[in-house]
């Protein structure tokens, strides 16, 4: 899965439980929109989060950027992949 924006997310969301034609499924898109209450709101944002991390973890764990000591060079700082994960957990 490659998230961009919440919206996508959303979206996504959507077509997973959508039953109709393609032709309609905007309208139902805005419809199921305005149909949320905030606790569907609040869990939406944070399987978003949820989402967005393990794609950030999935990125790292596979990024060619990292050198042979798995560190990635940022001016004269060195942030390892482990300090990065880390990062990412607590956010």
């Not at 998230?3 to 996504?12: C, G, P, W």
């Not at 109709?20 to 139902?28: F, H, I, L, Q, S």
């Amino acid at each position: 899965m490659s998230i961009r924006d919440f919206e996508d997310f959303l979206k996504e969301k959507h077509g997973e439980q959508y039953v109709g034609t393609g032709d309609m499924m905007p309208e139902d898109y805005e419809k199921w929109l305005s149909e949320q209450d905030i606790d569907a709101w609040i869990i939406w944002g944070d399987m978003y989060k949820s989402a967005i991390k393990s794609e950030l973890k999935e990125k790292i764990d596979t990024c060619e950027v990292f050198t042979t000591d798995r560190t990635l060079t940022k001016g004269i700082e060195f942030i390892s992949k482990s300090q990065i994960l880390k990062i990412i957990d607590e956010a």
